[in-house]
């Protein structure tokens, strides 16, 4: 299943709260009972503010507090980074502790009910988790219990075709009456549909169910019934994570009514504060299984508890972007770039091109720089970032000649314009895309002589590692430009990164600190750790 490669919009300014009360912190070697008392007193207030039900906030910072004044803290080398490791540990516990994932039957077909108010995205929510399940190697179907919400099975329909399932559909619901007429048996459609996909061996069933606007009794009876009659081996309830501290009265009613065994949050990448998401879970004592964080069929995820706690604390999720990866990228491709590294070609502009669409596989731009950790301290840099730049170079690159992909100095003024002409773009444009290929391609060779990227040192398993075991290595020469000051340099790398996420000289300046980074780092230089390659800023650069 795809997976969202950024913190969603629903925990920015709870994370942004957070980050910046963990940086008042920062370079304490001893913590009062009156620092954390202040410390939890405004983690008490980010969570409120964020929605978070009430006695899940008292229940949260209580645990904090009494953890933080024990001698977990007290012996602790550094006391700042032991209260982030608490508040984390914490959160992950009242996200739902250990990721769940669906009961699949003994013997199939595995029935999956969906329930939840209407315009929760129950429907879209189907399609998306019948297509994660179809790339898993199943055969799921859809069956369309939902018939008076006006054209919910043609809806249905047209989602199954996206995701490329079939759908059972024996009756076709209201088909557009101003007032919710039920056409047909929804208990029956259920019951039906389990018996067709056993007849037609589908492993999987999903059973899309009506809603309402309001929790009602006809509601909860309806549900009651259907899940009676078909006997679902996990009953999922589907919530707007938009809705705020309602999501928990909801969630309640649901679970008396229905007994739901797994959560879903929908509008995951919605503007809302996200007290749903750090409530639900507690309240209920059922766990977030999935999250559906957009429009299309791939914005769907497994919720993990911890990997969200790490993004809603600013450390990133680099789990969930290695998995993201090794779906998105070819493995054969990747071996012939490896095989070409080590026989001393050069990097072309063909292969740049094929490592453009690559990362396209992967994503927004945005959610993949989002999922490193210290980087929501970056997020108007990258919020500022165009989406449309890796379009307009692979359209710069396409308007090339195999020979100029092949040799990209024979591109003279006359290509270079004709290029332009051909991809509609600016010269300068080509004259940019070419300067940031140069030091990508300086970049490659550099890893194909020595096994690794330029200022960081050689990873296992990469071209050239190992071939010259104990021969002495070459002194690096310094780099024109960079400082030999660390604090400096850092500030100069730092600068170079704004720059080519769409920031610059006169970009505001990013909050410093996080709550990843809190421990021994210069008071001047928030990311000194952060050693980016020479020639990336040139490799990222914007217009």
Known sequence: MSTTLRTALVFNSLSDRLTATFKNLRGRGRLSEA?????????????????????????????????ALGAEVSGALNPAQQVVKIVNEELVEILGGATRTL????????????????????????????????QQGHTPILVAADLQRPNAVTQLSVVAERAGVPVFAPHPG???????????????????????ARDKQHDVVIVDTAGRLGVDQVLMQQAADIRAAIDPDDVLFVIDAMIGQDAVNTATAFLQGVDFTGVVLSKLDGDARGGAALSVAKVTGRPIMFASTGEKLTDFEVFHPDRMAGRILDMGDVLTLIEQAEKAFDAEQAEKMAAKLTEGKDFTLADFLVQMQQMKKLGSMKKMLGMLPGMGQMREAIDNFDER??????????????????????INGS?????????????????????????????????????GMPGMPPMPGMPGVGKRAGARQAPQKKVKGKSGNPAKRAQQERDALQKALGGGPSAPAAPAGSAFGVGKRPDDADLSNLQLPDGLDKLLGGR
């Open 174 to 196: 209201n088909q557009g009456q101003e007032t919710e007429v039920v056409i047909g048996d929804p208990v029956s459609v259920a019951r039906d549909g389990v018996g067709f």
């Open 389 to 410: 730049e890796v379009d307009r170079i692979e359209a710069i690159i396409h308007s090339m000649t195999p020979g100029e992909r092949e040799n990209p100095k024979i």
């Open 103 to 134: 009961q699949l039957a003994k013997v199939p077909p595995t029935v999956i009910m969906l329930a939840g108010l209407q315009g929760a995205g129950k429907t879209t929510l189907a399609g998306k988790l019948a297509y994660a399940l179809k």
């Open 415 to 451: 290509r270079r314009a004709r290029i332009a002409k051909g991809s509609g773009t600016t010269t300068t444009s080509v004259n940019q895309l070419l300067e940031r290929f140069e030091g990508a391609q300086k970049m490659m060779r550099q890893m194909s002589k020595g096994g």
């Open 35 to 67: 620092d954390i008392d202040a410390t939890v007193r405004e983690i008490r207030r980010a969570l409120l503010d964020a929605d978070v039900a009430v006695p899940v906030v008292r229940e949260f910072t209580a645990a904090i507090r009494e953890r």
